[in-house]
Structures are given as structure tokens and as C-alpha cells.
């Protein structure tokens, strides 16, 4: 007989795989709950909590994202140039293995417009902070950043020193309530989709309640496995995203399969 879901059970179970394991618990959690409040039947629940969590987070790492921070830092140490080094450690995340060929030019668009900031927020990074050696950043910058998985924001303050930045970090889930520290620049890199396919209007939530000057977000043209155009209309999903929260579209490049977004405020 089909047992009624407990969200608590439901954690519990997503929770002992190994490769949920290390994910920020707020943030299972609230999978849990709302795959608990879907179903009647508990096996039901886990299935799709698991496949909710596959999809916001199992999807895109192809090693563990922590280790290949790790490895990058003791590669720089060991004197391999820093470059080579953050573009080889890449690999593990597939969002930002994508966009290893044409680094120059994606943060060159970037440098273009928005100059070089003082602050920048990388919001559900994945190893995108393997780029700061790409990335123009004002003296004594500070790149902070957030995902979901706790072991990739317990290894990636490591990077500041080798790369002289300060680099803070935060095991964060985006859809869950409060404020994210004010920035002159926040990258929202291949995200706003990843967060509607969790909540429809996330994304406008998000940008809704940012504190920043600029914000360059992305959008994939294909998703990874390339059965789905989920960004068929890049423009359409980011008027969605954007309408409402100040923010409007002030430019946008095509960058390698990466449609790139300039918002600004339009108040400002
Ligand atoms: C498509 S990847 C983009 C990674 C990175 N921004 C880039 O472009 O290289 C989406 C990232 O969002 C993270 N993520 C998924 N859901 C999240 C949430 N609710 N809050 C914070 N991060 C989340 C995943 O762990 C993953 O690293």
C-alpha cells in the first residue's frame, strides 16, 4: 500500500545518496517538502526529488567541482601558470567547462561593459570563479559567491590567495528567502533557467530583490543534453525574467552558444 509522504523521510533518503549528500540542507530540504506536498505515495516523492536535484545540480558536474578547486590552487603552487591551471580545472563542471574556449572574449564583453568593479557577486557559481584570472576587477576587489554545494563553497575561498582576489563564499539556495550582499557587478551565468525549472518566477524574484549596478546574465542556447532548445527564445526569456524588477536589457552578444545579457537599472 502506498505510503503517504513525510518531507522529513524524504530528506533523509535524498540526502544518504552520496552525491546529494554534500548539498546545502536548507536547500534539500525545501526539495523534499515540495516533492512531499506533489505526491501521496513517499517512493513516489524521493523519485522526483531525486530528479529535481539531478537537474538543478547532479546534471552539470562531471567530477566533484570541491577537488577540482582543490587541485587547481595545489597546481598553482606547485607552479603551473595560473591560467593553464583554473582553465584545466573547469572541466569538472560542464556549464563552465562550456565557455573554457572563448574566455578572452566572454570577459572582454564583460570588461566593455561594466569596466572593472570593485565587487562582484557570482550567483550559483559552479566553478565560474575559475575565471577571475579572465574577469577585469578594480584594486582590491571582492568576488563573492554562492551554489548550492557545500563543498565547492568550503574549497573556493582557497583560490583568493593564488589568484589575489578575496574570495567569499556562501552555501546558499537561491529560492529560499533573504537579501544577498549589495555588488557593483553580479553574474547570473546560465542560471535564470535553472531556477524557473525549480520555481516559475524565480528568476524575477531574484533580480527583483538584487542590490547591484549591473548584472550580466546568461542563457544557454541548447541544454546539456542537447535533446531540448529550452532557451529558444533567449530575448522572451529574459523579458520574463526581467520585467517588473527595474532591471531592463541594455545589450546583449552572442558568445559561443552563450547568449549574454547586459541589465541595468532603469532608474539609474
Ligand atoms: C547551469 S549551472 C551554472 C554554473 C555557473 N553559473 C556557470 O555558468 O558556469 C547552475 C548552477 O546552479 C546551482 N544551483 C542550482 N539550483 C540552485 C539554487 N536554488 N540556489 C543556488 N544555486 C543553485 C548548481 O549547483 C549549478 O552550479
Redesign the pocket.
Known amino acids: 500500500m502506498a505510503r503517504p509522504p513525510d518531507p522529513a523521510a524524504v530528506f533523509r533518503q535524498v540526502a544518504a545518496a552520496a552525491k546529494y549528500a554534500g548539498l546545502d540542507e536548507g536547500?534539500v530540504h525545501r526539495i523534499a517538502a515540495e516533492a512531499s506536498a506533489r505526491f501521496r505515495d513517499q517512493n513516489a516523492a524521493v523519485k522526483y526529488a531525486k530528479r529535481k536535484l539531478h537537474q538543478?545540480?547532479g546534471a552539470?558536474e562531471t567530477g566533484s567541482p570541491g577537488n577540482a578547486v582543490r587541485a587547481c590552487i595545489a597546481a598553482i603552487e606547485s607552479g603551473v601558470p595560473v591560467r593553464d591551471a583554473c582553465r584545466a580545472a573547469m572541466c569538472a563542471?560542464a556549464?563552465?567547462a562550456e565557455?573554457a574556449a572563448v574566455l578572452d572574449p566572454f570577459y572582454r564583453q564583460i570588461e566593455t561593459w561594466c569596466g572593472r568593479p570593485s565587487t562582484v557577486a557570482d550567483l550559483?557559481?559552479?566553478?565560474?570563479p575559475l575565471a577571475i584570472p579572465w574577469l577585469a576587477m578594480g584594486p582590491d576587489a571582492t568576488y563573492w559567491c554562492?551554489?548550492?554545494?557545500r563543498d565547492l563553497t568550503a574549497a573556493l575561498p582557497g583560490l583568493g590567495e593564488p589568484l589575489g582576489v578575496i574570495v567569499q563564499t556562501e552555501a546558499?539556495?537561491?529560492?529560499a528567502p533573504g537579501r544577498l550582499p549589495p555588488a557593483e557587478l553580479v553574474l547570473l551565468?546560465?542560471?535564470v533557467t535553472?531556477?524557473e525549472l525549480?520555481r516559475s518566477g524565480a528568476a524575477r524574484e531574484l533580480l527583483a530583490g538584487l542590490d547591484a549596478t549591473q548584472v550580466v546574465a546568461s542563457l544557454p542556447r541548447n541544454s546539456l543534453s542537447a535533446r531540448r532548445r529550452y532557451a529558444d527564445d533567449p530575448v522572451e526569456t529574459i523579458r520574463k525574467a526581467t520585467a517588473g524588477t527595474g532591471y531592463v536589457v541594455a545589450d546583449q552578444a552572442d558568445l559561443d552558444g552563450e547568449a549574454l545579457f547586459l541589465l541595468e537599472r532603469a532608474d539609474r
Open positions: 536547500f538543478a545540480v552539470f563542471h556549464s563552465t565557455r550559483a557559481c559552479g566553478l565560474s554562492c551554489d548550492v554545494d546558499r539556495d537561491l529560492i551565468l546560465k542560471t535553472t531556477l525549480q
